[in-house]
């Protein structure tokens, strides 16, 4: 019997180590290999009393569908955004399955977001205590999207779409 246990706590162990290694990969490959956007963001302040320092971030109205329009979005989906030039994504449609044009990727959301907006799985961004000065004028957030509309944050960007990089701290 304590053999039975000792197999079952081992097999339940390894289940879970290999489930949370192929997250973590397939989060690395759309690092990797996805394309970049940029998301615009609205000002929201950088600190928690009980997490350190972090930036609860909130997208610009661009990123989303129209406020009338969000009641009738399904719990989870894809929008399509179109990108700009600089790497500036807008929401362009719902994603009704035709292709994407070169200048449109698909973004994953659900309607449980934060301040009412859709989320996108990328609404937070932490960063190194006594950072926040760094990060305080970000006007975008970076993201990394395969074609799935899978996201993944890797950075915030300032006014010029040049990814901040933190202070060298003595």
Do not use: C, W
Request: net charge negative; aromatic share 8%.
């Amino acid at each position: 019997m304590k053999i039975a246990r000792i197999i079952l706590v081992i097999a339940g162990l390894v289940l879970a180590l290999g489930v949370a290694n192929h997250s973590i990969r397939v989060h690395q490959q759309v690092v990797d290999t996805g394309r970049q956007i940029l998301l615009e963001l609205r000002p929201v302040d950088p600190r928690s009393l009980i997490q350190g320092d972090y930036m609860l971030l909130r997208y610009s109205t661009t990123a989303f569908p129209e406020e009338s329009s969000r009641e009738t979005l399904p719990s989870r989906g894809t929008f399509v955004m179109s990108v700009d030039a600089n790497g500036i994504a807008t929401y362009a449609r719902p994603d009704d399955g035709r292709p994407l044009v070169p200048s449109e990727v698909r973004l994953r959301f659900n309607r449980s977001g934060s301040f009412g907006d859709p989320g996108l799985g990328a609404e937070t961004f932490n960063f190194e205590e006594g950072q926040a000065e760094t990060y305080a004028d970000a006007k975008y957030g970076v993201l990394r999207v395969d074609e799935s509309g899978m996201s993944v944050l890797v950075g915030l960007a300032d006014e010029s779409y040049a990814l901040i990089v933190p202070l060298e701290q003595d």
